[in-house]
């Protein structure tokens, strides 16, 4: 099972300009990015240049970062999109975290991340500090292609799924809008079963799906 994630800064970011066409598949593009292989679960295994993170370690939920420099201001977007979800326990927890999110635990059980998760159970979301905010959206299915928007400076997150906008998924008062510091993407692979399950990162604006969601089309 794979889920590619497509991204890239919105606005205030240094690279290529232009949002370009959306993503046809085929080989991956070049990466300024690449996921962390500083910053990651024991259980998560790298290949693929960094791009590429896997978990085959049962009952295990693993994370990584990135190596893009955490938001401090301004917008970031970018794309996940959902291989297979048929088998049992597929789930993956996508969002926001700062430097310290525990990344060998179920997401959104301390104060330090945003988590939406998808995959085979309902999609719901968690927030900093253990707590739930009920489904948004609807289950994953294979070939979704989920939308992330982080406004830094205005503390929103909107999401979409495929072309479906689900807007500012964290509204409540008291969550997002009391957010502080430095936040950037992760992903979080379970290993359910035993059974490998993988994620591949797509950094460089010409993997998205929707580029015109990004205002200027910048690359990190």
Same mark, same amino acid.
């Given at each position: ?46 290949? =693929? ?104 400076? =205005? ?6 799924? =495929? ?22 993407p992760f992903v979080c692979v379970n290993g359910a079963g035993g059974v490998a399950k ?6 460089a604006n010409s993997s998205w799906s929707y580029p015109s969601r990004a205002s200027n089309g910048q690359q990190w």
């Amino acid at each position: 099972m794979t889920l590619s994630l497509a991204y890239a800064a919105g606005v205030g970011g240094a690279g290529v300009s232009g949002a370009g066409a959306a993503y046809s598949g085929g080989s991956e593009p070049a990466s300024l990015v690449v996921l962390n292989s500083a910053d990651k679960g024991a259980n998560i295994v790298l290949s =693929n240049g960094d791009l590429t993170a896997t978990n085959s370690v049962n009952a295990t939920f693993h994370s990584v970062r990135t190596t893009a420099s955490p938001i401090t201001s301004g917008v970031r977007y970018w794309e996940i999109v959902l291989g297979s979800t048929a088998a049992a326990d597929n789930i993956y927890y996508v969002g926001i975290a700062t430097a310290a999110f525990v990344l060998t635990g179920v997401p959104g059980g301390d104060a330090e991340c945003f988590a939406w998760r998808l995959g085979t159970n309902p999609p719901a979301l968690r927030y900093n500090g253990g707590g739930s905010t009920g489904n948004v959206g609807v289950q994953g299915t294979s070939g979704d292609v989920i939308g992330l928007l982080f406004d830094r400076s =205005n503390k929103t997150l909107t999401a979409w799924q =495929n072309s479906t906008s689900l807007g500012n998924i964290f509204t409540t008062a008291g969550h997002m809008d009391s957010i502080a510091g430095a936040w950037e993407p992760f992903v979080c692979v379970n290993g359910a079963g035993g059974v490998a399950k993988s994620v591949t990162a797509r950094f460089a604006n010409s993997s998205w799906s929707y580029p015109s969601r990004a205002s200027n089309g910048q690359q990190w």
